[in-house]
Structure formats: structure tokens, C-alpha cells
């Protein structure tokens, strides 16, 4: 009985360890994604600790990219980004980290099956962004894969991870969640247009320029937005159970933010950024869960909201 006591004496701090990675991914969510965070609290158990994991080391790349340290060129960044991507293949392979959000990422990607060929053009697209400003078809397809759709993949290996056969699930599910990835994106770029193109002079979305704001042009990428949430949406209700609330919520909450900005004209959503207040983020979370992970369409729930939006702000 001793002996079995001084065993798990000895691997508590290994523990104590591991736990603190998990909590400094956490923070990270807390700190970054209101949205993220909301969606994420509605997973449970293990596969909650792996998204949050997952969610930080991706964060973290992206504020190495876009919020410099005073002094810091391209050149710095790329080095400090090169470094980050070898010291998540080395914990991967040996299991530990001395960086609090590698270590979590490891272990998540360790248990799931995360490998090089998702890792590697996530951190790709993130160089992309150091040395290219301005993008076209081919280009913009190859970033988005990276930036969001491997993501996305990395999560369903967490969701799938329990299934009996998690290979064939993930192989069954995986056009589901590049598509919802990419659609994620899509948003963000249409969102952030104001940020990306005035402060830190990149145009992502062919066609959209500073300055010729074509409306044309942002509603047919709304389009675009709304025919990956719909091909999205037919796939979270095969998702494992457990996982389909939490990814509804997102999809709807992504939605919600597609049709205000269908709402809104180019030229007012690049002066002001356009949100979903707080307290439709909770209505559209609760009733993702009433409706127990069965997302509403993507292209019925724009139209919907778009017209009312339309009568709330007054665009025609």
C-alpha cells in the first residue's frame, strides 16, 4: 500500500503541471473569444480541455502574426513563429513542453491523432500573412484551408475521439468541418475589413478593395458565406452527440453575424465593426441548446434576420 502511495505521490507533479497547462489554455479563450468561449463552455469532459488546447496554440500563432512587440519586424516575427511551430513537433514527439500552451496542445494532439499534415499548413497560412498582402483565387483558397479549415479538422479529431471507430468518422465528418471552417473565416475577413485593410494593409477577400467598396461584390462573398453554413449545418446533426450543441451554437452565432452584416453596407462595416450584442449571444446559445444541436439552416436564417435587421437599421 505504500509503495502504491509513493507511485502517485511521485507522477503529482507531472499532474499539477499538466493541469496548469490546461487552466493557461483556458485563459486564453477567456481573454480572446467571447464567442469561442460560449460555444466551447456547452462541451464537456475531456473534449472541452482538447478544443480549448486546440483554440490557444492556434491564438497564440495569431497574436505572434498581428500584435508585435514594440521593435519587432516581419522578419522577427517569422523567426519566433518558425520556433513555435518546432517546439509543438517536439512535444508532440517527447510529450512535454516548457511553453504552458504548447504543453496543452501536445497532449490534445497526442490523445485525438493532430499530426504535421494538419499542423503544418495551419502555420503556413500564418507566415502567408508576413509576406503577402493582398490575395487571389488560388492564393485565398490555400490560406483559408489553412487558417481554418485544418482548425476545424483538429477539432473534430477531439470530437470524434471517443466514436468506436474514429478514423471512418473523421473521414465521413471532415467535409463538414472544413466547410463551417472556411465559412468562419469568410465572416471574420468581411468583419475585420476595416482592421485588415487600414491597419495592417491586407486585402483577403478577391475583389474588395479599399477603394471601391463594390456592394455587389461583399453580398455575393455573403452568398458564398451562407451556401458553407448551409452544406455545414446538414453535417453537425452527425456529429457525436455530446459535441452537437456546442457546434450549433457556433454555426447560429456565425450566422447571426451574417446577416448583420448583409444588413450593413460595406462602407459602414469597415468604419464600424459589426458585433451580435451579448444578450442575442445568450438567446441564440439557449436555443441551440432547446433545439439540442440541430442548427437552423444557414441561408433561412440570414434571409429572416436580414429583413428585420434591415427594418431595425433602415437599409433598403
Given at each position: ?7 502517485v ?38 473534449v472541452?480541455q ?5 483554440y490557444a ?24 513563429l518558425d520556433?513555435?511551430?518546432q ?21 490534445s ?9 494538419l ?25 483559408i ?5 485544418v ?8 470530437f470524434?475521439?471517443g ?14 468541418a472544413?466547410?463551417?471552417?472556411a ?10 475589413f476595416?482592421?485588415?485593410s ?12 479599399p ?5 455587389e461584390?461583399w ?12 452544406a455545414s ?6 456529429l ?10 457556433a454555426?447560429d ?8 452584416l448583409?444588413?450593413?453596407s ?23 441548446a ?15 434576420h436580414s ?10
Amino acid at each position: 500500500m505504500m509503495r502504491t502511495r509513493g507511485r502517485v505521490d511521485a507522477l503529482q507533479p507531472y499532474r499539477r503541471y499538466d493541469a496548469a497547462a490546461d487552466a493557461s489554455a483556458a485563459l486564453v479563450i477567456r481573454h480572446y473569444s467571447t464567442s469561442f468561449g460560449l460555444a466551447t463552455r456547452m462541451l464537456r469532459g475531456q473534449v472541452r480541455q482538447d478544443v480549448c488546447n486546440i483554440y490557444a496554440l492556434v491564438r497564440v500563432a495569431d497574436e505572434v502574426v498581428d500584435a508585435p512587440r514594440p521593435g519587432q519586424d516581419g522578419a522577427d516575427r517569422l523567426v519566433e513563429l518558425d520556433k513555435l511551430e518546432q517546439e509543438t513537433y517536439s512535444a508532440i514527439e517527447t510529450g512535454s513542453s516548457a511553453n504552458l500552451v504548447v504543453h496543452a496542445f501536445a497532449r490534445s494532439a497526442r490523445r485525438v491523432g493532430i499530426d504535421e499534415s494538419l499542423i503544418a499548413p495551419f502555420f503556413d497560412s500564418m507566415r502567408t500573412d508576413l509576406q503577402r498582402t493582398k490575395h487571389d483565387f488560388t492564393s485565398l483558397a490555400t490560406y483559408i484551408y489553412g487558417s481554418a479549415e485544418v482548425v476545424g479538422l483538429m477539432c473534430l479529431r477531439a470530437f470524434v475521439a471517443g466514436e468506436r471507430n474514429p478514423s471512418a468518422r473523421y473521414e465521413e465528418l471532415a467535409p463538414g468541418a472544413r466547410r463551417l471552417g472556411a465559412a468562419f473565416q469568410k465572416i471574420n475577413f468581411l468583419r475585420d475589413f476595416g482592421d485588415d485593410s487600414d491597419g495592417l494593409g491586407r486585402q483577403y477577400l478577391v475583389g474588395l478593395r479599399p477603394d471601391d467598396l463594390d456592394e455587389e461584390i461583399w453580398s455575393s462573398w455573403l452568398d458564398d458565406i451562407d451556401m458553407d453554413l448551409t452544406a455545414s449545418a446538414e453535417a453537425i446533426a452527425q456529429l457525436p452527440r455530446g459535441c452537437r450543441v456546442a457546434v450549433c451554437t457556433a454555426h447560429d452565432l456565425f450566422a447571426e453575424l451574417t446577416a448583420r452584416l448583409r444588413a450593413t453596407s460595406a462602407a459602414d462595416a469597415r468604419r464600424d465593426r459589426v458585433r451580435v450584442p451579448t444578450p442575442e449571444k445568450a438567446r441564440i446559445a439557449a436555443t441551440a441548446a432547446l433545439r439540442r444541436g440541430r442548427p437552423q439552416l444557414a441561408s433561412a436564417h440570414a434571409l429572416t434576420h436580414s429583413r428585420d435587421l434591415t427594418k431595425e437599421y433602415g437599409r433598403s
